[in-house]
């Protein structure tokens, strides 16, 4: 990292200008787990759950707050997004969230992955707090990334970066 992009010549922060960079296609997909428990787990794979279908609500919540990220995180540039999935997968004791964005845009689409994975997860545990308050919502990282100047990413299983 050559310079501090976010800082100007005094030290303030700004936002970066994109203007100049030309608009490609990128795409980025994210995870997270929530860790339930597996009685918890039994019950949203039953359908048994007081505030019904949670797996439906936080996909609908993950698709608007990807859409809302530039609200929600300081000098992130708004984009127009293409697509956002989020998927979730019923595992042991926990829920993986996997999430993916993308545009066509001059700046990245990694932000609005990673926050789909967050609030989807904050549902889920909104959603299933009256059957356990123990949950962990952890291990928010980005899988990978594609398009732009800086290139390829893959996390290996290890979350290692890998280009």
């Given at each position: 990292?050559?310079?501090?992009?976010?800082?100007?010549?005094?030290?303030?922060?700004?936002?970066?200008?994109?203007?100049?960079?030309?608009?490609?296609?990128?795409?980025?997909?994210?995870?997270?787990?929530?860790?339930?428990?597996?009685?918890?787990?039994?019950?949203?794979?039953?359908g048994?759950?007081?505030?019904?279908?949670?797996?439906?609500?936080?996909?609908?919540?993950?698709?608007?707050?990807?859409?809302?990220?530039?609200?929600?995180?300081?000098?992130?540039?708004?984009?127009?997004?293409?697509?956002?999935?989020?998927?979730?997968?019923?595992?042991?004791?926990?829920?993986?969230?996997?999430?993916?964005?993308?545009?066509?845009?001059?700046?990245?689409?990694?932000?609005?992955?990673?926050?789909?994975?967050?609030?989807?997860?904050?549902?889920?545990?909104?959603?299933?707090?009256?059957?356990?308050?123990?949950?962990?919502?952890?291990?928010?990282?980005?899988?990978?990334?594609?398009?732009?100047?800086?290139?390829?990413?893959?996390a290996d299983?290890?979350?290692?970066?890998?280009?």
């Open positions: 990292m050559d310079e501090l992009t976010h800082l100007d010549d005094d030290g303030s922060i700004r936002m970066v200008n994109v203007g100049d960079k030309p608009l490609t296609r990128r795409r980025a997909t994210a995870e997270g787990f929530l860790i339930t428990g597996a009685e918890v787990l039994q019950a949203v794979a039953e048994r759950t007081p505030k019904g279908n949670v797996l439906e609500a936080a996909r609908l919540a993950g698709i608007m707050a990807a859409k809302r990220t530039s609200e929600l995180v300081p000098l992130c540039h708004g984009l127009p997004l293409d697509h956002v999935a989020v998927r979730f997968e019923l595992q042991n004791d926990r829920i993986r969230i996997e999430t993916e964005a993308s545009t066509r845009a001059a700046t990245g689409v990694e932000m609005e992955a990673l926050v789909a994975a967050s609030v989807a997860g904050l549902t889920l545990y909104d959603m299933l707090k009256a059957l356990s308050q123990e949950m962990v919502l952890e291990g928010i990282r980005l899988l990978t990334k594609s398009g732009g100047r800086s290139g390829d990413y893959r299983d290890a979350g290692k970066v890998r280009r």
